[in-house]
Each structure stands twice: as structure tokens, then as C-alpha cells.
């Protein structure tokens, strides 16, 4: 199987969805996804862009898998970029595009100075777990993941202000 990978367009866009949605139920999370392709085409495909892709595309076209990352600001190392996702869908697993699609975010992080590329893997995931520190990442165990979703967002503001 070949595929190659290159900087992702605004005409990925439904394709990067579908992988998005595909990722929530592999993450046992099928009602998860709130963001449309218009969201993404215009989030990430405008002018002033907020995040950035790499997709995997096999030579008939067809996207297999994507990477989708953004610029933050780390207090203590400075520039970095959070890896939001990286997916390959299932029957392509195995062929070497999460790896290509993981180099090619390290490689632009690396090219363009950020001090740190940090992302998020679910515990049970241990294939990914084992990847990432096979490949140098440091998994943090120690640490817990704090989210304010929309709904408590707004409750939170309507209490204390």
C-alpha cells in the first residue's frame, strides 16, 4: 500500500472529519464530536488558521489518515504544539502512516523551534502508549487531564458573575 504525506487543504476537509468521527467511537466516545466540516473548513483552511494538518493520501486520492495540530504557548519551555489527534483509519492501520503522519508533526516542530510537541493517550490505549515511548515520548502518568466543557462553562458563569 502506498500513500504519502503532505500539508493538509481545505478540500480535506470532510475527509479529516470522517476520521475525526471514526476516532470518537474507536475512543468509545461516538457522540462526542460536536464540530462540522464547516467548522474545520473555516477554522483551519482560512486566512488566520487554528490548527494545522498533515493527512496521509493513498495514489488513488483517497485520505487514510491525518494529524491535526496547533500552536500553544508552554510557561515553562515557550512555543510548543499540542498534537490534537492522529488517526489512521482501521483497515489501514499497520502500513506505517501513523508513524509517517507523527514524524512529519515532530519533524515540523523540530524545523520551526518549538520547545515541546505535548498530545493526550487514553490509559488503555497500550499500543499507542508503547509507540509513543518507543519513539523518545515521555508519558506522564502523574498527571490528570482537566476540561471545562460548554454546558459547565456557561453554568459557571451564570454562579459567579
Do not use: C
Not at 2 to 28: M, T, Y
Not at 34 to 46: A, I, Q, R, T
Not at 47 to 54: A, E, I, L, V
Not at 64 to 73: D, H, S
Request: charged share 30%.
Amino acid at each position: 500500500m502506498s500513500f504519502h504525506i503532505r500539508k493538509g487543504e481545505l478540500k480535506d476537509a470532510e475527509s479529516i472529519h470522517n476520521l475525526i468521527v471514526e476516532l470518537a467511537v474507536f475512543e468509545k466516545e461516538p457522540d462526542a464530536v460536536e464540530v462540522s466540516v464547516k467548522d474545520l473548513e473555516s477554522d483551519g483552511f482560512s486566512k488566520d488558521p487554528r490548527f494545522n494538518t498533515f493527512v496521509a493520501e493513498q495514489e488513488d486520492g483517497t485520505i487514510i489518515g491525518m494529524a491535526l495540530f496547533y500552536e500553544r504557548y508552554s510557561t515553562w519551555k515557550g512555543k510548543a504544539i499540542h498534537l490534537e489527534d492522529l488517526m489512521v483509519t482501521q483497515e489501514k492501520r499497520g502500513i506505517g502512516a501513523g508513524k509517517a503522519l507523527y514524524s512529519a508533526v515532530l519533524k515540523y516542530a523540530y524545523e520551526n523551534g518549538y520547545k515541546r510537541v505535548a498530545w493526550e493517550v487514553l490509559d488503555w490505549n497500550t499500543s499507542a502508549i508503547t509507540f509513543y515511548e518507543n519513539s523518545g515520548a515521555n508519558v506522564l502518568r502523574d498527571w490528570n487531564v482537566a476540561q471545562m466543557n460548554e454546558q459547565n462553562l456557561e453554568k459557571f458563569i451564570n454562579e459567579n458573575f
